[in-house]
């Protein structure tokens, strides 16, 4: 059974740095194909994509976030990681972490998320 | 970037309506467009991964098709647990990017 499960610090104030974590069971990050990704979604909103890393720590990362993003990964404990730096009042959002899982057409891999977690809230505000 | 359009933006239907929905990819994407559904207070959900492809344990009122720039997604025989807001993302090129959404909304 895949579950994950993000946390997080619930509230920061403008320029810090947003650390959050996914604890995930039922699958591993050191198989191949496995992936895990980070997307946030501001409160009535839509969803957007932010970073994506992957089982030979391959990273993605949404460029519109302009080099605040890190993520990371811990294969024996079974985490991963999302840090966004310099926060303002437009980084509040619920974010969630999601399994990336691959489909294989004719030895082609296709990815999607398929696995989320409940998602955390996090408030920037002085 | 590529950004996917998503019409309409909220449907009010009935329990028992065919309803459908498009995605429009402002460049070419293949197939590589999934679907999800969020209820209320969830997280979102995959339906249709590649286009057309109903994933594991999705009922068959699901459906997705389109290729290129179009896709339609489907549910045939609407029930009520379906009232959700839908979105489409393109995983063709970085960064994946999700429409706007199409909330279902009853009648």
């Known amino acids: 059974q895949v579950t994950l499960k993000e946390s997080g610090p619930g509230i920061l104030q403008p320029s810090q740095t947003l650390s959050l974590t996914c604890t995930f069971s039922g699958f591993s990050l050191s198989t191949y194909g496995m992936g895990v990704g980070w997307i946030r979604q501001p409160s009535g909103k839509g969803l957007e994509w932010l970073a994506n890393?992957?089982?030979?720590?391959?990273?993605y990362y949404n460029p519109s976030l302009k080099n605040r993003l890190t993520i990371s990964k811990d294969t024996s404990n079974n985490q991963a990681f999302l840090k966004i730096t310099n926060v303002d009042t437009a980084d509040t959002a619920t974010y969630y972490c999601?399994?990336?899982?691959?489909?294989?057409?004719?030895?082609?891999?296709?990815?999607?998320?398929?696995?989320w977690g409940p998602g955390t809230m996090v408030t920037v505000s002085s | 970037d590529i950004v996917m359009t998503q019409s309409p933006t909220s449907m009010s239907i009935s329990v028992g309506d065919r309803v459908t929905m498009n995605c429009k990819a402002s460049?070419?994407?293949?197939?590589?467009v999934d679907w999800y559904q969020q209820k209320t207070g969830q997280s979102p959900k995959l339906l249709i991964y590649?286009?057309?492809n109903r994933y594991t344990g999705v009922p068959d009122r699901f459906t997705g098709s389109g290729s290129g720039t179009d896709f339609t997604f489907t549910i045939s025989n609407m029930q009520a647990e379906d009232l959700a807001v839908y979105y489409c993302?393109?995983?063709?090129?970085?960064?994946?990017?999700f429409g706007a959404g199409t909330k279902l909304e009853l009648k």
């Open positions: 590649k286009a057309s």
């Open positions: 890393i992957w089982w030979d720590d391959d990273k």
């Open positions: 993302m393109q995983s063709n090129s970085y960064p994946p990017t």
């Open positions: 460049q070419n994407v293949g197939s590589n």
């Open positions: 999601a399994r990336i899982g691959t489909h294989y057409y004719s030895g082609d891999p296709y990815w999607y998320f398929d696995f």
